[in-house]
């Protein structure tokens, strides 16, 4: 039996979910839990747009208090907390720097009084307490900031979540083994009604191109940005969704690249920003912050967009030197934020989220606007009341505030991949990945490596991905497309290249050993190296141009990190 399916024929429900975002994944497996018959339906993958361009951070809120939105903040620093303990395969502690900067427009000891405020706040919080660092200390850890002219600082200890595809991915896992049934690539065509409302949805077939009725009492619309354009499915209706782009970028180490994460202040319009140490050895810089009215489908960061960020970034570590040319990739989407008519300054939209209840002819359907990962699984709680309410339930407290995910190991981390490695008939590299990255479903890849020679073959040198991961996805992970697979399942498509070199090869283990078609495969090839190119990849650049890219410099800072900034 596989672990996750994305495909069945379903006539009735007791809830549909639009969307399989990061929201939808959370009142999914909610509503699961509660024992509620659940459909989950999305037009592309798991976690495939929204979801998939974040910071990465498990934000403890620190960054609301400055706007006194004190239970946004209480509340992220419990969903932190329930991350941390629940999901520490993937969730991890995050140690950040804030430089305290002259001419910066939150003074120093403004910093300092949020930074005590917020512990004071989070007196029972599973992490460190946040601290003052001078400049001796400055000058030992982060000597390229004390280069640039800072003096002081503080550490605000926070989480991230490095992989949020597997995440997600476990989100889905956990769903579906409690009942749920999930759909991808299954576009939704229209709403059905009854006399006194919405009454389901209609759905298009990925296999058979068929429109399908979907009966179901209460339908939450949790498609993100394109919550507007579901409501539009039912006729004329109130803008909800007023969408701000944001932008990462993703470079190699440079010269003076941090240990840890650095949340500093943008010199050209003072909007916070990080560098933050990322994946397998990578940084991520971001972000951007922009009003947003163009198409939300395919979103590309611009020249304007680069250079604002490795302005900053440059301004703040001045060793770096980085250019353009030093960027492996990017990626840009928009948050799915409310509404603010004639908005000039995005970031003081709220980043708290509602769930609003339609009304009249419109009656059974909710939607949800805005949300994050840190507070996820609080929004699908909040939406299960909602829904209980909506069809006369009574309320219970929620599983998920205990729940381990499921790629959890039961005795921990270390222990697990220690034992993972010791017992385990592949390579030492190999072995430690899939600990690392699949958390105790690296016994099932395992499995299948077994069966074939070449499945233990690695397809991906960078990241040491193997040939069984491909065949998991598709066989046991719902895997539809090569952009399933690489992007969202095994996250080769993380490393330097977006997985353009691996491609060729992975299509083919595919072919060979989960059941793919070389037409299909061949189409796959096709649509992937034509899907991201949204991610602006140095390398296709290179082969668009027919010469090898240029190598960025990748430069070991050397920094020594006391022990726990890591």
């Known amino acids: 039996m596989s672990t996750l399916s994305t495909y069945a024929e379903p006539s009735t429900a007791d809830v549909v979910v639009i969307g399989a975002g990061i929201n939808g994944l959370a009142i999914t497996r909610e509503a699961a839990r509660r024992g509620l018959r659940v459909v989950m339906i999305d037009r592309d993958d798991i976690a495939a747009r929204t979801s998939a361009i974040s910071t990465r951070l498990i934000h403890g809120g620190l960054k609301y208090l400055e706007r006194f939105e004190v239970p946004l903040v209480l509340e992220s620093i419990r969903e932190r907390d329930v991350l941390l303990r629940s999901a520490p395969h993937l969730v991890r502690p995050y140690p950040m ?160 690249a941090p240990r840890t994460c650095i949340f500093f202040e943008s010199p ?31 979103i590309v960061i611009n020249d304007d967009e680069i250079a604002y960020l490795l302005r900053a970034v440059n301004r703040l570590l001045p060793s770096a030197g980085l250019t353009a040319d030093d960027v492996l990739w990017s990626y840009s989407g928009v948050r799915p934020l409310p509404y603010v008519a004639d908005l000039s300054d995005p970031s003081s939209v709220t980043r708290d989220s509602d769930i609003v209840e339609h009304t009249g002819t419109a009656r059974g359907l909710m939607s949800v606007i805005g949300g994050k990962y840190t507070t996820h699984r609080a929004l699908g709680e909040e939406a299960l009341r909602h829904i209980e309410t909506a069809l006369g339930m009574s309320h219970r407290r929620s ?126 090839l096709a649509r992937y190296r034509s899907a991201v190119r949204r991610f602006a990849p140095r390398a296709l650049a290179g082969d668009a141009s027919g010469t090898e890219p240029r190598r960025s410099r990748r430069t070991e800072t050397g920094t020594h990190v006391e022990q726990g900034e890591r």
């Open 268 to 298: 050209d319009d003072q909007r916070p920003m990080f560098v933050l140490p990322w994946h397998d050895g990578k940084y991520m810089i971001g972000t951007t912050d922009l009003p947003y009215d163009e198409s939300i489908d395919e």
């Open 399 to 524: 599983g998920t505030r205990t729940a381990m995910f499921p790629g959890a190991p039961p005795a921990g981390v270390r222990e697990f991949r220690q034992q993972f490695a010791a017992t385990s008939v592949l390579t030492d590299r190999s072995a430690l990945r899939l600990a690392s990255v699949y958390g105790t479903f690296a016994w099932r890849i395992e499995a299948i490596a077994e069966q074939h020679a070449e499945l233990r073959e690695v397809v991906d040198e960078e990241s040491g991905a193997i040939a069984a991961e491909l065949v998991y996805a598709v066989r046991e992970e719902g895997a539809v497309t090569l952009e399933d697979v690489l992007l969202r399942r095994t996250t080769i498509a993380l490393g330097s290249d977006v997985a353009l070199a691996c491609a060729p090869r992975a299509v083919e283990i595919l072919v060979a050993h989960a059941g793919w078609s070389r037409e299909y495969a061949s189409e796959e």
């Open 97 to 256: 720097l804030i430089p305290f900067s002259r001419g910066a427009s939150r003074p120093g000891w403004m910093l300092s009084c949020g930074l005590m405020l917020h512990d004071i706040l989070a007196f029972r919080k599973k992490l460190p307490w946040n601290r003052i660092v001078f400049s001796k200390q400055l000058q030992r850890n982060w000597p390229a900031v004390a280069e640039g002219g800072v003096k002081w600082g503080g550490v605000f200890q926070d989480a991230h979540v490095p992989v949020t595809e597997r995440f997600a991915m476990e989100l889905a896992i956990d769903s579906a083994r409690h009942g749920a049934q999930i759909l991808t690539h299954t576009p939704v065509v229209t709403m059905l009604h009854n006399g006194s409302g919405i009454a389901g949805v209609v759905y298009r077939d990925r296999e058979t191109g068929d429109e399908r009725e979907l009966r179901a009492r209460v339908v939450v619309n949790s498609a993100g940005p394109w919550v507007d354009e579901v409501l539009e499915l039912d006729g004329a209706h109130d803008r909800r969704i007023g969408p701000t782009k944001g932008s990462h970028l993703i470079v190699d180490a440079f010269s003076g």
